[in-house]
Structure formats: C-alpha cells, structure tokens
C-alpha cells in the first residue's frame, strides 16, 4: 500500500512538472481506477502555486512535545467533563430525591471529589487551550499535527457516542413511562456536556479546513 502511494504521489509530482493541468491529472487518475479520494489528496499534496517545480504543502507531522501537550489537554478535557457530569447528577439526586432510591451513604465524598478534580483539571485545560491557540496563530503549520487531529477526532467519537446513548436512553424512558424531572434534568445535563464538546470540536475542525 505505502508502494501504491509512492507511485501516486511521484506520478502526480512527474505530470505536474511536465505542465499538465490539474483537471488533466485527475481525469487520467479517475480512468485509471484511482478512488476520487486518494486523487484529491495526491493534488492537495502540491500547492497550486505559479513556480517552476511542484511546490509541496505542509503535512501532518509528529512532534513529541505536541504529543505530550494536547495528551495532556484532552486528559483534562475528559476529567473536566466527566466529573462535572458526576457533579450535576448528584445536585439533581439531592434536588429531587427518588423515595425508592434513597440517598446513600458516601455521596459527600463523591461531590468533594467531582469539585476538587474539577477545580484542578479545568484550570489546567484552560490554560493549555490558551497556549496551544497561541502558537497556531503564530504558527499555522502546527494545525497540520498529526496527534492533534487523531486526539480531536478520538474526541469526537466519544463525544458522539455519548450523545447517541443518552438518546437511547431517553427514548427507552420515554417508550417505558420513566420521564421524569429527576430523569429529563440527567439525560439533559449528559447531552448538553457532550453536545458541547462536540459541537466546538467539529467547529474548530472546519476551521482547520477553511484555513487549509
């Protein structure tokens, strides 16, 4: 496979030095039984830029201080999440107690931690947010790390995955007669925390694509 994509980009590098167009190129792609996807991006490798020889774009690259920037940022990113989750559930368990299910012991302890994981782990992601949007203004090459785009559509995954159980879940309370406003405030909180870094996520990866 990596032998076919050699061929490829070193065909489209040979056509492109001997003045064929790009439109030519791709059609001679197309015909040849090349997937519109792999011909797109072998283009996409080369600037279309007036100079003698094909002028490459920057690609993804892999920097292992980059790695362990935004390894750490969407570890806090996930803690953040997770127990602000875990926060909101047990405010809405103390808010409308369930007579059947009465309020167990330990749930000080769960609070306490939720907010002391919180105070530590969303400050941390703020301010790595902050330096990471610093250097991609000043560098925009940076937005072409390989680990940060896998870890943002790694966040996405989870981020959707989240958001399709807590419909189901929604739906089977519905179809089951459970609604009610201790399980609609829950199934809210999961989905408006999900529906969020999803959201702001997918944003900032069309912008990676409009600055592209």
């Not at 590098?13 to 030519?24: E, I, V």
């Not at 490798?45 to 201080?65: I, M, T």
């Amino acid at each position: 496979m990596a032998g076919a994509t050699q061929d490829l980009d070193q065909f489209v590098r040979d056509a492109l030095m001997r003045g064929c167009s790009r439109q030519s190129i791709e059609k001679a792609l197309f015909e040849a039984g090349w997937a519109p996807e792999q011909a797109r991006s072998a283009m996409a490798a080369y600037a279309d830029v007036d100079f003698s020889v094909p002028v490459p774009r920057p690609r993804a690259y892999l920097s292992a201080r980059e790695a362990f920037l935004y390894l750490v940022l969407f570890t806090t990113l996930y803690l953040s999440a997770y127990h602000l989750g875990t926060l909101l559930f047990e405010l809405i368990n103390r808010s409308f107690p369930d007579a059947a299910l009465p309020y167990a012991n330990g749930v000080e302890e769960n609070i306490r931690w939720a907010v002391a994981t919180i105070v530590i782990a969303f400050p941390v992601f703020l301010l790595l947010s902050a330096k990471i949007g610093r250097e991609l203004k000043q560098h925009a090459i940076k937005r072409q790390s390989a680990v940060r785009r896998w870890l943002t559509y790694l966040t996405l995954f989870v981020a959707a995955v989240v958001l399709i159980c807590d419909l189901i879940t929604l739906v089977d309370g519905f179809l089951g007669g459970e609604i009610t406003t201790r399980f609609a405030l829950k199934v809210l909180a999961a989905g408006l925390i999900a529906g969020a870094i999803f959201g702001y996520y997918l944003w900032d990866l069309r912008r990676d694509e409009g600055a592209a």
